[in-house]
């Protein structure tokens, strides 16, 4: 989920906390959950700033380590311990309790959508990404924000909160089926589907997909129950020689390769370098593949330059790394 829609939810949940008698009595209480639950929403999302070090390091760490079982646990009481320490006179265990629900409801909501978290961690490191709501949904947003509008204009502000919770809930029940219908339709329309991948989109009735098959990956999408395929690649394995071996020894490789589930992969020897490209089939935008990992290698096999991340043009490929010519 994107930034803004954690924060609205933030504020709509403080307002939902005030329908707890223990808050709403305490003079301080209203306040001190407001603050708890806003900061809640949005603390798991503090590896963002890994961004500011390399792509690699974002890629593999992003709602990993932060969204996990111990992380969630670590928050709720970090952030109790911080609105009690502005409003001292608030009641902690009440604090306590709703800054746990803030960032559970956090961690839980990014399940949801197809970049998904390691919520399961320290269990597993798999990453769970149901692939039900895109990563901004104008809907829950505006149904956040109305609620947000409506208590500045004197609604009762527990329970116009509360109907927020209970539509966004009703919303998130009706995509699911819709997600798991297309699921459905994907599966009679192919035959021996092993996994499909779906990405939702900011329109309700459209979905991307990757679909993989026991001999195909094939890209596609979804509108309206109809099935169109763009792309249809052979399922290659990775192969085991000396340059894939190089290769997966870059950072950003490995961390592409830790995140991205289904690929296409290509070796390019171009006489005095190897190139080893990996494109990620779940993100095809305008015809083009966004996101991809890239490396380098000279005839000894030693790293030239390699890059990870979204990019939209080859031009802009080797401008941004200064790669060597293709």
């Known amino acids: 989920m994107d930034t803004a829609t954690h924060l609205m939810m933030g504020v709509t949940l403080g307002g939902l906390a005030t329908l707890d008698p223990v808050i709403a009595q305490s003079a301080v209480g209203p306040q001190a959950v407001m603050l708890a639950t806003i900061v809640g929403s949005n603390i798991p999302d503090i590896d963002t700033v890994l961004k500011l070090r390399n792509n690699a390091k974002y890629i593999r760490n992003h709602r990993g380590i932060t969204h996990s079982i111990p992380a969630v646990l670590l928050w709720s009481f970090l952030i109790s311990v911080l609105a009690y320490a502005f409003f001292p006179a608030g009641p902690y265990a009440h604090l306590?309790?709703?800054?746990?629900i803030a960032v559970f409801l956090?961690?839980?909501?990014?399940?949801?959508?197809?970049?998904?978290?390691?919520?399961?961690?320290?269990?597993?490191?798999?990453?769970?990404?149901?692939?039900?709501?895109?990563?901004?949904?104008?809907?829950?947003?505006?149904?956040?924000?109305?609620?947000?509008?409506l208590v500045f204009l004197g609604t009762e502000r527990?329970?116009?909160?509360?109907?927020?919770y209970l539509i966004t809930l009703l919303y998130y029940i009706g995509r699911f089926i819709m997600r798991q219908n297309v699921e459905s339709i994907v599966r009679k329309k192919f035959t021996n589907v092993e996994q499909v991948l779906i990405s939702p989109t900011y329109r309700f009735y459209h979905y991307h997909l990757a679909i993989v098959t026991d001999k195909y990956y094939y890209v596609a999408r979804s509108n309206r129950g109809n099935i169109m395929v763009h792309d249809k690649f052979e399922r290659v394995p990775l192969p085991d020689n000396p340059?894939?071996?190089?290769?997966?020894?870059?950072?950003?490789?490995?961390?592409?390769?830790?995140?991205?589930?289904?690929?296409r992969w290509d070796i390019f020897d171009f006489g005095d370098h190897y190139e080893v490209r990996f494109i990620d089939l779940r993100y095809r935008s305008k015809d083009y593949y966004p996101f991809v990992a890239i490396v380098q290698l000279n005839q000894n096999l030693e790293i030239v330059s390699s890059y990870t991340g979204w990019i939209f043009s080859e031009e802009k490929l080797r401008r941004k790394l200064e790669l060597l010519p293709g």
């Not at 306590?96 to 746990?100: E, G, I, K, P």
């Not at 527990?158 to 927020?164: E, K, L, N, S, V």
């Open 158 to 164: 527990g329970f116009t909160c509360m109907a927020a």
């Open 243 to 263: 340059v894939i071996e190089a290769a997966r020894k870059d950072q950003n490789i490995s961390a592409f390769l830790s995140f991205s589930p289904v690929y």
């Open 96 to 100: 306590l309790l709703w800054s746990f």
């Open 106 to 149: 956090h961690v839980f909501v990014d399940i949801f959508n197809a970049y998904g978290t390691q919520a399961l961690r320290p269990f597993t490191r798999k990453w769970v990404a149901l692939g039900v709501i895109n990563t901004f949904d104008s809907v829950i947003f505006l149904i956040h924000t109305a609620a947000v509008i």
